[in-house]
Every structure is written in structure tokens, then in C-alpha cells.
């Protein structure tokens, strides 16, 4: 039986519509604190911003926990400078180009106000005098279109937006008439999935959790900042017990790693930034084969998690990657109806039986 006895996708929906950018999370960290702390033994929110769920172990052993990782923060952009007539120049958080979301409207996240603006390149009906918009013209300058040619049209004047708290640092999130869910055939489609899904799993794990406890102490992580580098993954496996990390995480399906979307759980066997520990990848894969899922190595490049992060820092011991196959990863993503699910259930597996060193590990 899978872990999802009730529909996720209301949950999923939610999460998705949550504005959520690089150091402002505090909207989804409200949406999993409502649904985490019914079922965690003790739930707090640490000075990082992570919001830590503890569920203590059936028969723990001494000096072992795990901490399971998944990120609330998204792709965004920050204001960079306002100008005189009232338009925003913004910079990226997070790996992303205005091509990976495309134009249209964005949500600024004022300080006392938010307020709808359009991302815009500009008219096309344009010609050289307009330099900006006639370098990125597949027909003349043929340049990719990058920050530097787009802007935030707000339609307000620079006092209003000052009135509106909006400033160089205000946050700016794709608004959300574009962050619906799409159902297809067998897969789910949307912005975000990138960790929404990941996250609405380590949620449905919590669920299991409750009632099928783990063998040693689980510390569900709800971790701020990824996209800029795993700030808060890297303060919590500093600050929590444990030596062994899971990140939860969208996973490239593409052919360069062999690995498709229809597909089972991509598990990590390294990436850009770090080598996961051999022994924690077997037992994912060990999990999710004896369910029957069909998971698929990967070694996936340009490509980085918390946990990767926190093993590559000395913050954690032992490290492992389990991910959602996707489809367009950082643009409009993919992914197979019931890969949440299967998530979670490989998790909750994996949690209750304990990962045990391998003979050359600590």
C-alpha cells in the first residue's frame, strides 16, 4: 500500500500557490508547521528560519539520527534598483534566466504592500536605436535573453512603491495566475514543483511516521535558502544530532544521466559538489526496488542539494540524495503522478529499517 491513503494534491496546490523566495519563507513554513506539528513529537523553527520536525526512534541507536531534508524556499528575483519612472531592475535568486518562467506578471512582495508588475522585455516592433531589445532578436544580435535586457513594469510611481515598502532587496515571485497545477494523462505539471513536490512528500513521510515510527531519530527539515547555496541545511546539520543527511530533491530526467520522467525515484550516487555515501544510495535503491518502483542511479551534474552541500562543508558525516524524476527542472516541470508517493513510501521504508554503516565508513 502506498503512503498516500488520502489525496495529496490539495496539499500539493497550496504549497505551489504559497509564495515562498530565497529568505522569506515564512508563508510556506506556516503551511507545513499547520500540518507537521499534529504529528511530530516536538516541532520548532530554529534560527535559520528551518522548521524541525522530531520523531523519535522505535529502538535508537547511540550517536545515530537522520535528518531528511527538503527545501521551502523558490526560484525568485530581488530588486536590484528602482528607477525614475517607477520600473524595477531585478537579479536573479537562484539559478534561473527570464526564459526558465518567461514574461509576464510577477508579485512584489512590499513590506506593507504587494503589488502586481509585468517582466518585460519590451516591443518587439523595435529596431537597432533600441539596443537592448535588438541584441536578443534571433534575426540580428542573437544574444540569449538574460537580466540585463528585462525589467519589471509596476505602473506606480517611485513614491508609491516606497509607500508600498518596496525597495533594492524587496523580494519579487512569479504571481500567481501562472502557479496552477496542470493534470495530464499520468503526470502533474508546474512551476515549483521544485521542492513543493519534495516537500508535500517529506509531509506525507510525517504522516506515516506517526504511526510507524523510525528505528533511530528522524529530524524532518524544512530548510530555507537552498537556491543560494543550502544556508539553512548547513546551519541545521550543524546545530541538529546525527550523522546522516537525506535530501530530498527534484531529479534531472534527461539522457545525459539515464534517466527518463515516467520513470522510479532517482537516487544520487554524486554531483557537482559532492560524492553521496555509496552505502545510504544502495539502501535507497534496495527500498524502492523491493517496492517495486524501478528507481534509477544517477549522477547527475550541475547539479547540487542540501545535502551535498552540508557533506561538502564537514556538516553532516554521511550523505544521500533521493529525488522526484523531472522533467524541466528550474522552468515549467514535470513529473509522474505518483512519484510523491513514492517518495514518501521509500522514505518511511528506509527510516524504519535504519541505513547501517558500511564497514569503511565511521
Known amino acids: 500500500m502506498r503512503v498516500a491513503e488520502v489525496d495529496y494534491r490539495p496539499l500539493l496546490r497550496e504549497l505551489l500557490a504559497t509564495y515562498g523566495p530565497v529568505g522569506q519563507e515564512d508563508a510556506v513554513r506556516a503551511v507545513c508547521r ?11 523553527v530554529d534560527d535559520a528560519g528551518n522548521l524541525v520536525g522530531l520523531f523519535r526512534g522505535s529502538a535508537p541507536r547511540d550517536g545515530r539520527a537522520t535528518r531528511v531534508l527538503a527545501h521551502m524556499d523558490e526560484l525568485s528575483m530581488m530588486v536590484k534598483r528602482v528607477e525614475s519612472d517607477g520600473s524595477l531592475h531585478v537579479t536573479p535568486l537562484g539559478t534561473m534566466y527570464p526564459a526558465n518562467f518567461g514574461l509576464g506578471p510577477v508579485l512584489i512582495l512590499g513590506d506593507r504592500e504587494n503589488l502586481c508588475g509585468i517582466l518585460t522585455l519590451g516591443s518587439e516592433h523595435t529596431t537597432k536605436e533600441s539596443q537592448r531589445i535588438w541584441e536578443t532578436k534571433p534575426d540580428q544580435g542573437d544574444r540569449s535573453l538574460d ?3 528585462v525589467y519589471v513594469f509596476t505602473g506606480r510611481t517611485p513614491e508609491e512603491l516606497t509607500a508600498a515598502g518596496i525597495r533594492p532587496g524587496t523580494r519579487v515571485c512569479i504571481d500567481g495566475s501562472k502557479r496552477h497545477l496542470v493534470e495530464f494523462g499520468d503526470y502533474l505539471g508546474a512551476y515549483f514543483i521544485d521542492d513543493r513536490a519534495p516537500t508535500t512528500a517529506l509531509l506525507l513521510t510525517a504522516r506515516a511516521l506517526a504511526e510507524r515510527r523510525p528505528r533511530d531519530d528522524a529530524y524532518l527539515v524544512f ?3 537552498e537556491e543560494i547555496g543550502g544556508v539553512g541545511a548547513a546551519f541545521a546539520c550543524r546545530s541538529l544530532p546525527g550523522e546522516l543527511t537525506i535530501a530530498l530533491e527534484v531529479g534531472p530526467a534527461e539522457a545525459e544521466y539515464a534517466t527518463t520522467v515516467g520513470g522510479g525515484p532517482v537516487v544520487g550516487y554524486a554531483d557537482a559538489l559532492s560524492v553521496y555515501d555509496k552505502d545510504v544510495a544502495d539502501a535507497l535503491m534496495s527500498a524502492a526496488t523491493d517496492r517495486g518502483y524501478a528507481p ?23 550523505a544521500g540524495l533521493l529525488c522526484v524524476p523531472t522533467l524541466s527542472t528550474h522552468g515549467y516541470e514535470v513529473i509522474r503522478r505518483h512519484a510523491i508517493d513514492e517518495m514518501a513510501d521509500v522514505l518511511v521504508d528506509v527510516l524504519s529499517g535504519g541505513i547501517a554503516r558500511s564497514t569503511s565508513g565511521p
Open 296 to 318: 534509477q542511479a544517477a549522477v547527475p551534474g550541475a547539479f547540487e542539494s542540501d545535502a551535498s552541500h552540508a557533506k561538502a562543508s564537514g556538516h553532516t558525516a554521511r
Open 147 to 149: 537580466w540585463l535586457h
Open 34 to 44: 499547520r500540518e507537521l506539528e499534529p504529528l511530530a513529537d516536538e516541532t520548532w
Open 223 to 225: 530548510t530555507t535558502s
